[in-house]
Structures are given as structure tokens and as C-alpha cells.
């Protein structure tokens, strides 16, 4: 049985190809919902529930970013959580939208001496938390998300993207 019902839009053509981006995506995300249900008890519903992933520009990002966030730059992740839900707590059926534009992750990657593909790992994972009710905006909040963040990339094979970095997620 599939963990997630992984919905997937490309909107810029520098992206790998819809088949490829749903491949990486069901096995990262997968990697996360198993670490989560298994590791941290997280309980998912019954029938996988719907993510969707949008692959886009800078450009695209960064109107969203104005309209929704109030920031009129680009970003390299945004999330948006179809309900309310509390860490730990039962998601609904639709989790929501993780956003991501592709020059910003190919630039942060390059800047951090990453691949582009352990960048995006990295930023899915990031994404997908919000959603399911994890933030970052005050200390305690931030070393909680980023040891979950750690340690799912961890169960992939990458390192902690946060150690010797200055490179945080943006709140």
C-alpha cells in the first residue's frame, strides 16, 4: 500500500520529467512517513493522504511568496497545509502543497556544495513537516524540526544539512 497519494505539477521545464520527479518524491516522502510512524509515532490515516508538489520558478515562488507570506522575494520551499494539525496528531486526508523553485535549490546547493538532488531531499523533507504541523519559528520549535529533518535524511543516506551551516530555513 502507497504511504501518500503524491499529486505532481511541473511548471518550469528545467525540471526532470514528471515520472522522475514522482519516483524521488514517493521515496523520499515514503522514507519520511515510515521514519515518522515508526520512529516518532506519528499516526497517518488509513488511506494514503494527498500532498501535492508543485515544481516551479523563481518567479512563480516568489508571487506567492508576496501574496501569501508578504515577501516579495524568491524562496526555495513554501508549504501550505490543507487543515490545521498539531505534531503527533492524526492528519486529515489532504495534508496540502509543498512549492519549490528550481533556481533557488540549484543556487543554495551550489552555495552549500550539495548535490541538487540532496538539496531537494532535503527541502521535500522540510516541506512535508510543515504539513503535518512543524515549524520553526522560535528556538525550541526550530531543534525539533531539525532533528526530525536530520534524522529522515539520515534513513536516506545524507548527512545533517544543518551542521557547520549557517544556511537555516527561513521562517
Known amino acids: ?22 519516483s524521488f518524491c514517493e521515496r523520499v516522502l515514503g522514507a519520511a512517513v515510515v521514519y515518522l510512524r515508526d520512529s516518532e509515532k506519528q499516526p497517518f490515516p488509513t488511506m494514503p493522504p494527498e500532498v501535492s508538489l508543485v515544481f516551479t520558478d523563481d518567479a512563480s515562488i516568489q508571487d506567492i511568496n508576496a501574496e501569501w507570506r508578504g515577501k516579495d522575494k524568491a524562496t526555495n520551499v513554501l508549504s501550505f497545509p490543507a487543515f490545521p494539525v498539531q505534531p503527533g496528531k492524526m492528519p486529515g486526508p489532504m495534508l496540502g502543497d509543498i512549492i519549490i523553485a528550481r533556481e533557488t535549490v540549484e543556487r543554495e546547493a551550489g552555495e552549500l556544495e550539495k548535490s541538487f538532488d540532496d538539496h531537494l531531499t532535503h527541502l521535500l523533507v ?18 525539533t524540526m531539525e532533528g526530525l529533518e536530520t534524522r529522515i535524511l539520515a534513513q536516506l543516506g545524507l548527512s545533517d544539512p544543518y551542521e557547520g551551516q549557517d544556511l537555516k530555513m527561513e521562517p
Open 1 to 22: 500500500m502507497a504511504e501518500l497519494d503524491i499529486q505532481i505539477s511541473v511548471e518550469d521545464i528545467g525540471w526532470p520529467g514528471e515520472e522522475t520527479l514522482l
Open 126 to 143: 522540510h516541506g512535508f513537516l510543515h504539513l503535518l504541523g512543524y515549524d520553526h519559528m522560535n528556538s525550541a520549535e526550530a531543534e
